[in-house]
């Protein structure tokens, strides 16, 4: 009943008119992002993070959780359609989903993949809900021993699931940790590694570095590509899935939700990673096998509902811990600390409003998104057509003002533009930019904890082994870091991330 | 696989990086196990850097999970535009440049006028189109950022634009 009290308190905070507002301007904006190639979610919500300092810290939550959610439902749309996927999710649906668009049947591809975002979405919701409070609970009760420990396994974990290699991640890891440092001593307050650039004097901005490593980074990658795109004609009264289509993908949808929740919780690629986990599951559970990559209708649903599932799942490490597991909820915590707030255990008692109220404005998103994604569907394709040739000049454009007017200041478009040409260049060495951007943000919660803790132990590094909690989590990033290295592991780890 | 010769490049470049970040760490101070330093975090951070720049060095890659074909048979840059790479940075990194004197309406001008007539197809009407589609651009997102929401653009030598 606690729940069911809360989540009404929730609604009556999300359904203040400026929140819905909000909402509503962050789904749409996540719809465009995701059926637009070229900019992914984390650029788009570095992008909007100056605008929201105006406003209230969980109306700022509500909109730039909106376009990660957002993005999930778009992605779809340039998979079907176009062959392209709008973001990394939504590489799996190209596969059935495009092959249904060319059978002529791209409306109930694109209204399955719609519906079953919406189904899993909201049962993830549930399962955010469940299980966000008792493990806050838990939490509460940890101190800077475990959170050092948990961040270390946080971070290993991503690495490990991250597609490439085990040591340029970690490689990655340690330079964004130090780039972390630069500026103002935690503890002490004085400046470190600072050059004698005034410019970072209050250390590398997260905005500016994020959004030249994806959003600049991405442009430079496709300068390589401006290719043109074929649509596919879709009528909209097409779009309703049928009946047999609806028998088929019930399973699908349910089983994707399930994989994509828990997936979604883990660090690094488990949003992706349910996508082709729940692909592989269904066609191994289905009678005909064979008609998997010739437009078999499981193989859209399955995977969408997996993605936005996940999507839930991955606020949990957020709001119980304040340990963000990917890059976008990195930037919710970027975020929220921009507004003086802490994410973690403390946050349902400090700030009930912002969980409860972020939780509600998903479930109205969600059906926001149904909304958007289905009769509007030909004002999406039409977005499509705009050529790269203009898109590309104008999302650089709107970098380059987004990161000026987050600080007022000229410094961090020279750091943007030369994040955006060092991304480009680790992306073509095979260097994943993820690490460093998580290590960037848990750098100052790392060293603060890692400090406490030595201190509060009089220097001795045992202080981690004798936590059972912190002890375990140290030794399963070990075994992690370890196991990449054993030659039938390497294979396994090859193997899942192939097929993840 | 990785090559062996660009392996050794990227460790010792690696090992470089990590052994930088040591001695920033130990400038900025290390301090004690019983009250860390300032630079106590970086120094770790650096040696861990420099140890796998080594692991790059001796061995390779050890776990050898690396998807993108090109990025490992060093031909990751093999046709790259690297005019239109450079250029593209190039006028980004001038636009930060003249920002604050030329002011946002001129400086957004020349960046979407050359950006725009990079990209667009040679023809007749390229410079007409580019020039057009610059200045809407410059207009409208004036508009947007400094009437409507405020934003605080920067005027330059011209203050009334």
Not at chain 1, 259 to 268: A, E
Not at chain 1, 442 to 459: H, V
Not at chain 2, 38 to 49: E, P
Request: proline letters at 5%.
């Amino acid at each position: 009943m606690d729940v069911v009290h809360h989540l009404f308190y929730g609604f009556s905070v999300a359904l203040q008119p400026l929140n819905l507002l909000l909402c509503f301007l962050g789904v749409f904006i996540g719809t465009l992002v995701g059926v637009l190639p070229g900019i992914g979610p984390p650029g788009a919500m570095a992008l909007l993070l100056p605008v929201t300092y105006g406003i209230s810290p969980v109306g700022a939550i509500i909109m730039l959780a909106g376009i990660f959610y957002g993005a999930m439902y778009g992605g779809s749309t340039t998979s079907i359609l176009v062959n392209i996927p709008g973001e990394a999710a939504s590489v799996v649906t190209c596969i059935d989903g495009h092959q249904m668009a060319l059978q002529g049947r791209a409306g109930p591809a694109l209204g399955i993949s719609a519906f079953g975002s919406f189904i899993a979405g909201t049962l993830g919701l549930v399962g955010l809900m469940l299980i966000c409070n008792p493990l806050a609970e838990i939490a509460v009760k940890f101190g800077p021993t475990e959170y050092f420990s948990l961040m270390c396994l946080g971070l290993t974990i991503l690495i490990y699931l991250t597609q490439g290699s085990i040591v340029r991640g970690l490689m990655m890891a340690g330079t964004g940790l130090f780039l972390s440092l630069i500026g103002q001593d935690i503890v002490t307050g004085s400046r470190r590694f600072t050059f004698g650039l005034i410019g970072l004097l209050d250390g590398v901005g997260l905005i500016p570095m994020v959004m030249g490593l994806y959003g600049v980074t991405d442009i430079l990658l496709n300068l390589e590509k401006i290719a043109d795109r074929t649509i596919t004609k879709i009528k909209t009264q097409q779009i309703l899935p049928t009946k047999e289509d609806w028998r088929r993908s019930a399973w699908p949808i349910g089983r994707g939700t399930l994989i994509g929740f828990f997936l979604g919780i883990l660090p690094g690629g488990g949003i992706i990673l349910s996508t082709f986990a729940s692909y592989a599951l269904e066609k191994k559970l289905s009678k005909h096998p064979e008609q998997f990559g010739q437009g078999a209708i499981e193989g859209v649903a399955g995977p969408e509902a997996a993605n936005n599932a996940a999507s839930s799942g991955s606020f949990i490490p957020l709001f119980a811990l304040g340990i963000p597991p990917n890059v976008i909820i990195a930037l919710l915590l970027g975020a929220l600390m921009l507004h003086g707030i802490q994410p973690g255990p403390l946050l349902f008692t400090d700030h009930p409003d912002i969980f409860w109220g972020t939780v509600a404005s998903m479930y109205i998103g969600n059906a926001m998104l149904l909304a958007l994604n289905l009769p509007l569907i030909g004002m999406w394709v039409q977005i499509l057509k705009i050529p790269y040739k203009t898109l590309f000049p104008l999302i650089l454009l709107f970098c380059l003002i987004g990161v000026y007017c987050a600080s007022g200041n000229v410094f961090d478009i020279y750091v943007m533009v030369i994040f955006g040409g060092l991304g480009y260049v680790m992306q073509k060495l095979g260097y994943e930019p993820a690490p460093l951007v998580i290590a960037f943000v848990l750098g100052p919660m790392l060293e603060r904890n890692l400090r406490q803790a030595l201190i509060m132990s009089g220097g001795s590094m045992g202080i981690f082994l004798s936590r059972p909690l912190s002890a375990a989590s140290l030794l399963i990033a070990l075994v992690a870091v370890v196991s990449a290295t054993i030659p039938a592991l390497q294979r396994r780890r090859k193997k899942v991330i192939t097929e993840g | 696989m990785i090559t062996s010769r660009r392996g050794k490049i990227e460790g010792f470049f690696w090992f470089g990086i990590g052994m930088i970040i040591c001695i920033l760490g130990w400038k900025a101070g290390l301090g004690s196990f019983q009250e860390p330093g300032s630079g106590f975090v970086a120094f770790v951070s650096g040696l861990l850097v420099s140890m796998l720049g080594l692991l790059f060095v001796f061995s390779g890659d050890s776990s050898k999970v690396l998807p993108d074909a090109r990025s490992v048979s060093g031909q990751a840059f093999r046709g790259a535009p690297v005019f239109l790479l450079l250029f593209t940075v190039g006028v980004l990194l001038g636009y930060g440049l003249f920002l604050e004197t030329l002011g946002y309406n001129i400086t957004t001008f020349l960046l979407m006028w050359a950006l725009f007539h990079l990209f667009y197809e040679k023809g007749k009407n390229r410079l007409v189109l580019s020039f057009l589609a610059s200045v809407a651009t410059t207009g409208v997102t004036y508009l947007v950022f400094e009437v409507w929401l405020r934003s605080q653009l920067p005027h330059g030598i011209f203050p009334w634009w």
